[in-house]
């Protein structure tokens, strides 16, 4: 499956953005999708995460600021991110994952297909 993402930007703290990722196969349904974030030297980070049947995951960081959600009819993945902090400054990549448990993998290894991602830059 091929994805790509849309929606990244610079923007002030306190602020917002909703990034997109477009998934090319009908297949997407299947596919647990994550969020995850790299930001310059420091580690990968995946940050919210959904499975095919809707139940999500957050990490602590972000909890209470971001939303995942999915349109499996239009085959696209969002995330909402609020309250955004310059801390959130990273690339954001969007990955699907064959393994799709009733909770979505947790960890950024077990997401075998990813995008090109998109910069999102948090000023303060």
């Known amino acids: 499956v091929q994805l790509v993402e849309s929606g990244g930007g610079l923007v002030q703290a306190g602020g917002s953005l909703r990034l997109s990722c477009a998934a090319s196969?009908?297949?997407?349904?299947?596919?647990?999708m994550g969020w995850i974030r790299q930001a310059p030297g420091k580690e990968r980070q995946l940050v919210a995460a959904i499975s095919s049947g809707n139940s999500t995951y957050y990490a602590d960081s972000v909890k209470g600021r971001f939303t995942i959600s999915r349109d499996n009819a239009k085959n696209t993945l969002y995330l909402q991110m609020n309250s955004l902090k310059p801390e959130d400054t990273a690339m954001y990549y969007c990955a699907a994952s064959r393994r799709n448990p009733i909770v979505p993998p947790t960890a950024h290894w077990d997401y075998d297909y990813w995008g090109q991602g998109t910069q999102v830059t948090v000023s303060s």
């Open positions: 196969e009908s297949g997407f349904k299947v596919y647990a």
